[in-house]
């Protein structure tokens, strides 16, 4: 039987690598030599509102004390700090993460339970967690069906999901807007307070990848399609989306 062709969650981007084969290299190496520098990063997206945001959503889906939670594609652990402080236990939130770069910042800044790996290929077992949480990372995976199915099969019957994605918004104004802040504005500060090239190109293709991204729509049937129930997204101010499912037999 001839396998499906993947669900990438945009086409292959030639200014920074050939061919889909070469994007995770490409995406490890670029988060590696960015690690050091991604919160700094992160406080000129959001302008300090993110921690708030990111634990509001985490509440949402039901996050409590008790539950465990893989936090895939961890970064620099922006997640996992607000699932950290709503459970309380560093035992119960695990981080996942392609770039040893990313891992090593987090286990500077947090003492939780990491792993490297892929996020089509979970290295945990089944049902191990009541909810896999992912941070602006689902533009990296490289077919988004396989990485559902995956996020599915290692989650408890009851479990959660929570995707935080940022999309580009329909309105051509806030989507010229977005475009000079993200792919113009934050690449040329990040270089001047850093003085890290590799910061350019990190938000060049932040741009880049949002800006080809495939419809949310395609997005919510493939967690659909990967068996979750009450799938469904959350959209505030036309940019940001928090994608939920729950998967079944509770």
Known sequence: ????????????????????????????????????????????LSFGSGSWYRRRALLQVGLRPGMTVLDVAIGTGLVARQALAITGDPQAVIGLDISAGMLAEVRRLLGIPLIQGLMEQLPVADACCDLVSMGYALRHVADLNVTFREFHRVLRPGGALLILEITRPAHPVKRALLKFYLGRLVPLLGWLTTGQRDLQTLMHYYWDTIENCVPPETILQAIRAAGFAEAGCHIEFDLFRAYFGRKGGA
């Not at 945009?10 to 520098?37: C, I, K, S």
Request: proline residues 16%.
């Open 1 to 44: 039987m001839k396998p499906d062709k993947p669900l990438e969650p945009h086409p292959v981007l030639p200014d920074y690598y050939p061919d889909l084969a070469q994007r995770p290299a490409f995406v490890r190496g670029l988060f590696d030599r960015t690690a050091h520098y991604y919160d700094h990063i992160n406080r000129l």
